[in-house]
């Protein structure tokens, strides 16, 4: 019916009576018709590196084109329902643009809502020995699709800052002196970023 006018004829009756016609204006053409969300399309899943996002509030009768975009700009061969990110998409926001369509329906185009900046959640490994008021520090960093994080770990004990050491490639170490002696609780934090979030692991050590 779409494009097309539409008028009715009615015919009204009865006994003893000739039929009487009665037949209306056309009305214009018949327009589309206008989608409407009962919700705003969003993205599903977690903003990590390995996660797949996928897609709600969709309407099911519709037919639904799919782009996903990586601040803003197209992520190529990314067409489907469904997304996995990847290291590139670290530091990133994603979002879908979509294309609904229903017959007798003017298209629709839209972008679902935003993830999070995507950023990788660390293993912090540290293995600590201990000297004559010293120690050393050795830690691995690793993160799930990242090949390698470098960053700031910080050493604490206490509350107290007492070194930051860089991590390259995973990997960082340091030799601590002028530690008071006796069992003794440290802090290791791996400073977030915005590539990957922070992680902190502690160690109780006696310095000799």
Do not use: C, H
């Amino acid at each position: 019916m779409l494009g097309k006018k539409i008028s009715v004829t009615v015919t009204a009756t009865r006994t003893g009576f000739d039929p009487v016609n009665a037949t209306a204006a056309e009305t214009g053409p018949v327009a589309p018709g206008e989608l409407v969300l009962a919700e705003p399309a969003r993205v599903t899943g977690s903003a990590r590196p390995g996660s797949t996002l996928g897609l709600a509030g969709v309407p099911e009768d519709v037919t639904v084109a799919v782009q996903w975009l990586r601040d803003g700009a197209a992520v190529a061969g990314a067409t489907a329902p469904s997304y996995r990110l990847t290291a590139e998409d670290l530091g990133s926001r994603v979002v879908a643009a979509l294309r609904l369509t229903r017959p007798g329906y003017d298209e629709l185009a839209i972008r679902t809502s935003s993830t999070p900046v995507v950023r990788a959640a660390p293993r912090l490994s540290v293995r600590t020995t201990p000297g004559t008021r010293s120690m050393t520090v050795r830690a691995l960093v690793s993160a799930r699709d990242v090949s390698a994080i470098n960053g700031i770990l910080q050493v604490r004990r206490g509350r107290k800052l007492i070194a930051t050491v860089p991590v390259a490639d995973g990997t960082a170490s340091a030799n601590l002196t002028n530690l008071p002696r006796g069992k003794r609780l440290f802090r290791f934090k791996l400073a977030s970023s915005p590539t990957f979030t922070s992680a902190v692991t502690t160690r109780k050590v006696r310095i000799r």
